[in-house]
């Protein structure tokens, strides 16, 4: 099994979530984030008064999934998020160990 965790542009989540639904990704979860990177964040104003943000808001999705299913996974991920622009975001594979579905514990995919 894998974990796939995405940091995507927020804008970019419902086409994102469509896509890897159409896949058959049963659940996965996701949050608000804020970061820093190559993107600088745009000046903006409050109350008349002009500042520049520290950080930008983005959209981590975290999906642990069979290893068979992680290359569409991801191709989603690339091809629905990509606007081209620096800032699109990254993702990250990790090796998932076990799993375990408290309510009956089930373990490893059938946990899934």
Same mark, same amino acid.
């Not at 943000?53 to 975290?62: C, D, G, L, M, V």
């Not at 996974?73 to 091809?79: A, E, G, K, M, Y």
């Given at each position: 099994m894998k974990k796939i965790e995405a940091i995507i542009r927020t804008s970019k989540f419902e086409d994102i979530h469509k896509c890897v639904a159409g &896949? /058959?990704?049963?659940?996965? *979860?996701?949050?608000?984030?804020?970061g820093m /990177?190559? @993107?600088? #964040?745009?000046?903006?104003t409050y109350r008349g008064i002009a500042y520049e #943000?520290?950080?930008? #808001? $983005? *959209?981590?999705?975290?999906i642990v999934t069979a290893d @068979?299913?992680?290359?569409?996974?991801?191709?989603?991920? &690339? *091809?629905q /998020? $990509? *606007?081209g622009e620096v800032g699109d975001g990254k993702i990250?594979?990790? @090796?998932? &160990?076990?799993?375990? $579905?408290i309510r009956n514990n089930d373990? /490893? @995919?059938?946990?899934l």
């Open positions: &896949l /058959g990704v049963k659940f996965f *979860t996701f949050y608000e984030v804020k /990177g190559m @993107e600088h #964040p745009k000046v903006q #943000p520290a950080y930008i #808001p $983005r *959209t981590k999705i975290e @068979e299913h992680v290359e569409d996974i991801v191709n989603c991920i &690339l *091809t /998020g $990509r *606007t990250f594979i990790y @090796e998932a &160990l076990e799993a375990y $579905r373990t /490893g @995919e059938a946990a």
